[in-house]
């Protein structure tokens, strides 16, 4: 395979505009500067809880596909994590205080839509939510812990992946799994497409968020 046809280069390529827009929302500045209170973090948690309960319940049914179930392990499995975040955060009735805002639903009715019976649609969802949680996670998770005085893993667990000991490694081997699958040009067009919708609404969720930040100081 030509190197300019790996697909972890094409994928790296069609998403990194939307990557740096979302790395650009105010409200990701507002939290890793430290200027939101502990509620508006706690927000962004809640609705990762979502995003990531459907996602994870799609790398369930596609743990068997013999494309993408090479992809699927339980090291990168946020879901539990992110329950003990919240715990901490808002305290044993976590769940009745917390719902998905309007475009976390649209995120989330995106990925009942392709991730559940088109590997590839699971691929372009699984691909921007786990390394980018790989790449970037520490980062956040060292500015939220210094904004909010968090002790340890407090609050943040969903950064720490104890299974992953070498992310630069994993990555590496996630990449070469991605330049291994055999997918046609036209089934590699779709999946960029929707890579695409996924920055898309990622950065939509960021949006929803700081509009409540914006509201809550009104």
């Known amino acids: 395979m030509r190197v300019t046809n790996r697909l972890s280069r094409q994928l790296r390529a069609s998403g990194r505009d939307d990557h740096r827009r979302a790395e650009r929302s105010p409200y990701l500045a507002a939290l890793v500067e430290g200027s939101l209170d502990r509620d508006g973090y706690a927000a ?4 990762h809880y979502f995003i990531y309960e459907v996602l994870e319940q799609a790398a369930a049914v596609m743990r068997a596909d013999p494309v993408v ?3 699927v392990t339980d090291r990168l499995t946020r879901l539990p994590a992110l329950e ?3 715990r901490f955060l808002l305290g044993p009735g976590w769940r009745s205080a917390i719902g998905p805002g309007p475009a976390t639903d649209r995120y989330t009715a995106r990925m009942r839509e392709v991730c559940f019976d088109w590997n590839g649609g699971f691929l372009a969802h699984h691909y921007t939510r786990y390394l980018g949680d790989l790449s970037g996670g520490r980062y956040i ?24 000991p070498d992310p630069a490694g994993f990555k590496e081997t996630y990449r070469a799994l991605l330049d291994a699958t055999d997918w046609p040009d036209d089934e590699r067009d779709r999946i960029m497409a929707e890579l695409r919708i996924a920055y898309q609404l990622n950065i939509d969720v960021l949006d929803d968020l700081e509009s409540a930040v914006r509201e809550r100081a009104a």
Do not use: C, K
Not at 44 to 47: D, F, H, I
Not at 147 to 160: I, K, M, N
């Open 44 to 47: 962004m948690v809640a609705q």
């Open 141 to 164: 998770a060292e500015a939220v812990r210094r904004a909010y005085t968090l002790t340890g893993s407090d609050g943040t667990e969903f950064y720490v992946f104890d299974g992953i």
């Open 69 to 71: 179930g090479p992809f």
């Open 84 to 86: 003990r975040d919240l």
